[in-house]
């Protein structure tokens, strides 16, 4: 069975641009989440999906970050326009349905802003 | 609101020596507590959880953690560590009641031959 899977593993874009960072998640699993940890801080919940529903997004940094989620299916979080604070590891998870239920995570995107 | 602090950032240890690492944490509810490890290159992969039941949780790769409600602790706990257990550690509570992590500022986990 595959994992959380998330695309790219690195990018590095310019301040002003735009970029879509994507999670396929584990199949069959209504909850997925994003974290996002920024360099030598703890790792932060951004917000989570039931299914194509946001959930909780109250990580959210601020209206330059946009969460989807198409069908349930697979996410993108996109960051537009990304600023030099923006730079840090995107976590993506997601887990089955129940309370007692473990978050799988995915290897992490590494965005950079310069 | 939970908070969770891992006490040290960086533990060095020699190979086969035991090691504790430690995560204390803070919530008005009750919780369910994790440690997530991440090794190089790799995400995060869980080590063990505590839900409910026995306070003494057995985890992957020899590792254990004891959940201490008095002292709000959840300490990481190998009693022989091996060059492969070079990683960072996460220690993470989440509220029954929600299904969002928080997460300490994890440990780093050196191991000297």
């Known amino acids: 069975e595959a994992g959380v899977t998330q695309f790219p593993s690195h990018s590095v874009i310019e301040k002003g641009q735009t970029v879509t960072l994507r999670c396929d998640p584990i199949s069959g699993h209504d909850n997925l989440y994003w974290y996002r940890r920024v360099m030598g801080k703890e790792i932060k919940f951004l917000l989570h999906f039931v299914k194509e529903s946001k959930q909780d997004e109250s990580g959210m940094p601020n209206n330059r970050f946009l969460a989807e989620r198409t069908g349930g299916t697979y996410s993108t979080l996109k960051v537009q326009p990304a600023e030099l604070e923006d730079s840090g590891v995107y976590f993506c998870a997601s887990s089955d349905r129940g309370g007692y239920t473990e978050a799988f995570f995915g290897q992490g995107t590494r965005l950079t802003v310069v | 609101a939970q908070s969770v602090t891992q006490l040290d950032s960086q533990v060095p240890v020699f190979e086969e020596a035991p090691v504790e690492l430690r995560c204390n944490y803070s919530?008005?509810?009750?919780?369910?507590l994790f440690w997530y490890v991440q090794y190089p290159n790799q995400g995060l992969q869980l080590l063990l959880k505590?839900?409910?039941?026995?306070?003494l949780v057995k985890g992957i790769n020899g590792f254990e953690a004891e959940f201490n409600k008095s002292q709000t602790s959840f300490h990481l706990r190998k009693p022989s560590v091996h060059i492969s257990d070079t990683a960072e550690y996460f220690c993470?509570?989440?509220?029954?009641?929600?299904?969002?992590?928080?997460f300490g500022q994890g440990t780093r986990l050196t191991i000297n031959p």
């Open positions: 993470a509570v989440r509220s029954t009641g929600a299904q969002k992590l928080v």
């Open positions: 919530s008005s509810v009750s919780v369910y």
């Open positions: 505590y839900l409910s039941g026995s306070t």
